[in-house]
């Protein structure tokens, strides 16, 4: 959440984000959202080494 209070979402596949949005412009524009759990920071695996 920004601090005006709009939901800001990132493309976790790209470097293009969309702007942030008000939730209610969120509820207008989409019928819902899938997400995978987030895991904690120690549970994370380190980068991958080359």
Same mark, same amino acid.
């Given at each position: 959440?920004?601090? %005006?209070?709009?939901?800001?979402?990132?493309?976790?596949?790209?470097?293009?984000?969309?702007?942030?949005?008000?939730?209610? %412009?969120?509820?207008?524009l989409y019928t819902g959202?899938?997400?995978?759990?987030?895991?904690?920071?120690?549970?994370?695996?380190?980068?991958?080494?080359?």
């Amino acid at each position: 959440m920004t601090a %005006d209070n709009k939901l800001q979402f990132k493309n976790p596949w790209g470097c293009e984000h969309p702007l942030p949005m008000t939730a209610a %412009d969120f509820k207008r524009l989409y019928t819902g959202i899938d997400s995978n759990q987030v895991p904690k920071d120690e549970q994370r695996r380190p980068p991958k080494k080359k």
